[in-house]
């Protein structure tokens, strides 16, 4: 059983109030800003050592934009990504390159994560070259030693990608990811575009590797049941928004926010005979550009009340270690 | 109930091979299953076991020039449409068997308004004006709970979510009011709450017209879900047939055991999740005997010789396995 | 989730790696290239390059008595000038033969230089986007409003006629393509997660692009290239045919086209057997380039 773990005093990843809005402009010669996409709006959360928190919510809920955040691949509208203590948005020089070396990613389509024209070596060893961490002969020593750490044989340093699988591809990633020996690393979807005997083959790898490594992840899935093998704490969001934040095990035996609840009962058991209590939404998804006011969950909401259109909650302690942003409670 | 259903689609030892220049990718290598009206069979299987090429044969879609269909037949209400002319196709396929496929976005043509496509499939199977056309038009989109038929109609596909274009696309299928659909993971591009809603609408849909389906996914929960019965094919066949309840409870093929193992649970404790070593043969290159044999944890020596043949191991169950045989079936 | 096709090819190359369906898988290769049109290409190019040596007289040398010989196989011709004389009596296949030098010479260079600018100017427009791209874009439309001939004609006349000028001129107006279509390769490689990785490494964007963009639009650029000879060719014969090319003495097919205009009716293949050429080797390079592009395309691999 993933137990709860006390968040320790000082986290290694933590996001502070993390706000991107992105323009939206029109006009052929000169762009006008006509709106705004709130893709993160105000995020908040700590990752602390070997620990994995799952980041879970559906298409255009900002958990993508998040990691990007984390990674630097955008800059923050307002907020910050803190580091040991250090905003990341604000490194240079040789401590930007250190941070390269401390965090890294693995995304989610096998397909498209590796340079076709690179052997794999290079590619694997990529990180290590550009910040300068190696020579040339301990670069093929580490490329091996992560291609054993992900099993993938040796011979496959001097192989193209298109000599692999799908499985054997995120494996690839995985090393390329694990050659700096990073302390965070983001995982967007990592399992998603993979067939189900082979995903379990990969979370099996990402738990040992943690276990046996000082590993933290962050993990952006919309998978629940794979989110809740791996991650230690989960927070669920909504429209760039977190609507909960728990422990893993406390989320999944009593979700609280009504679209958790909508998102588990959408979670599909592999069970016949499970009981059904289908939460069926009404509506779409509405768009980031014109969010709902106060709670943007409202208009779908089984539970609504005449405050949620009115007031955005805020997220509040319910249980040890469960918050929630939801005016039931 | 449904036992006593007539049976509408019967696909018998169906093989369909691709020819490319490496070599035959036997893709459909003698499947067989049947659809009962108003039931909804499962067709399980990972990537590359051949489920979206068998619904593809169904209605002789497949892949040209590299694709055809090699042998067997393809029973619908009785006509074998295997052996038909292209054009008698044009009018089985819409009309009496319909499809849904995967991606949204490519389903519908984006220089054409919704309304217009609705229309041009409905003018098809009515012989009715323009207006009247329409009218129906907007009534295939209220029967997918699209709101504001009206105004949908004008729209074009860039101008809706994913969820209602994989709604019109289900009313542009059901428009011939076909005797079957073939969904092939028409939901796996959705947001789970969408899928949800989606789901429930094509339940819907199957109880008011009596529509037999054929569910190819990956998913065991959506199997779960919306299926009566359900097909495992691994490699290009059919490995273990039977009712939904009975395959989760009780599953035969060391195959299906295995992929329902590695699939995490909501619910129960955490262990290590087991999963298959290794990887599904290439169809271009299969090995003779089972299938299945280098990566069983009950292989011997007749597996890898023989390929099992399908063995009744239950009511409406079976199996293609050599372990059920020593196992006498149960009635 | 992957095309079908991709996974298949995956699954067969993991399988066939060093095999003897391999092997096949060559031999089938083979059988489907393009064999007419490498053999026009690579006679052009021998003929060109060994023309010293191969051609049966020289280019200039006139011989008054012998003019306007009809080709062998006509009555009235001999076998010491196959393919004829010009009006001033001089070989028509060797000047032929020399003429492709002219022909390849100036498609090389004008090749190498406006591919060359239009890659990086692609490169850089795609890969830095925003402004650079959007001024970059107007100044490849401008380029590609221009008439062709015009403009060649107008360098023609403020340079002077010669070689220089023409590569110059043909330079001029193929960057802007190269350009265009590099850059709509480059945002579709910039999309590809590896590149979002290759950030999240610490990559500069000079090593980005020279190590992750370049290499995977090498093969649209490569089929552009070849694509591109033809045209090239027929511009050139175009100037010289106009008269604004390269200058007499020195033959280009397409003076040669245009010399044998007024002697049509009566010494046809003065204009036919260097446009017949021209038509050959344009046609030759198009499929090969059509092959090429198809070749590479890993979509259309299968059969």
Known sequence: ?329 | MTAAAPIVLDVRDLRAYLYTRWGVVRAVDGVSFFLREGETLGLVGESGCGKTMTGLSVVRLLPEPTGRIVEGHVFLEGEDLVTKSESEMRHVRGRRVAMILQDPQTSLNPVFTIGDQLVETLRLHHADGKRSLAGRAEDALRRVKVAAPEQRMRAYPHQMSGGMKQRVVGAIAVAGEPRVLIADEPTTALDVTIQLQYLALLKEIQARTKLAMLFITHDFGIVARMCDRVAVMYAGRIVETGPTRTLFRSPRHPYTEALMASVPRMEGSVTRLPSIEGQPPPLHDLPAGCRFAPRCAYVDDRCRREYPPTMPVGPAHEVACWRVESSPPSR | MARVEERIDAGFAASTAGDESALRRVRGDLARMPWVSLVIITIMVLGAALAPLIAPHSPTEQSLPDKLRPPAWEAGGSTKHLLGTDVLGRDVLSRLIYGARVSLSVAAVALLAGGGIGLMVGIVSGYLGGRVDSFLMRVVDATLTFPTILIALLLAVSLGQGLQTIAIAITVLIWARFARVVRGEVLAVKARDFVALARVHGCSHLRIMTVHIVPNVLNTFMVLLTLHIGFVIIVEASLSFLGAGIPPPTPSWGQMVADGRSHIASAWWLSVVPGAAIMLVVLAFNLFGDWLRDWLDPRLRQV
């Open chain 1, 1 to 329: 059983m993933l137990e709860g773990r006390v968040i320790a005093a000082q986290p290694l990843i933590q996001a502070e109030n993390l706000t991107k809005h992105f323009p939206v402009t029109r006009g052929l010669l000169v762009g006008r800003t006509t709106g705004h996409v709130k893709a993160v709006d105000g995020v908040s959360f700590a990752i602390g050592r070997q620990e994995t928190l799952g980041l879970v919510g559906e298409s255009g809920c900002g958990k993508t934009t998040t990691s990007r955040l984390l990674l630097r691949l955008e800059a923050p509208t307002a907020g910050r990504v803190l580091l040991d203590g250090q905003d990341v948005h604000a490194l240079r020089g040789a401590e930007l390159s250190r941070y390269h070396t401390r965090v890294q990613a693995v995304f989610q389509d096998p397909w498209s994560s590796l340079n076709p024209r690179l052997r794999i070596r290079d590619t694997i060893a990529e990180a290590l070259v550009v910040n300068r961490r190696v020579t040339r002969a301990g670069k093929l020593e580490r490329v091996e030693e992560v291609l054993h750490q992900v099993g993938l044989p040796l011979s496959a340093a001097a192989r193209y990608p298109h000599e692999f699988s799908g499985g054997q591809r995120q494996r690839i990633a995985l090393a390329s990811a694990l050659a700096a020996s990073p302390e965070l690393i983001v995982l967007d979807e990592p399992v998603s575009a993979l067939d189900v005997s082979i995903r379990a083959q990969i979370m099996n790898l990402l738990k040992d590797l943690q276990a046996r490594q000082q590993l933290s992840f962050l993990l952006v899935a919309h998978n629940l049941a794979t989110v809740r093998y791996i991650a230690h704490r989960t927070a669920v969001m909504y429209l760039g928004r977190i609507v909960e934040y728990a422990d893993t095990e406390s989320l999944y035996r009593s979700p609280l926010h009504p679209y958790t609840k909508a998102l588990f009962a959408a979670a599909l058991p592999a069970d016949p005979d499970a009981p059904r209590d289908d939460m069926i939404l009404t509506g779409e998804v509405p768009s980031p550009i014109d969010p709902p006011s106060g709670c943007h969950f409202h208009p779908r909401c089984p539970f609504a009340m005449e405050q949620c259109s009115r007031v955005a909650p805020e997220l509040k302690a319910v249980a040890p270690q469960h918050v929630v942003s939801c005016h039931l409670y």
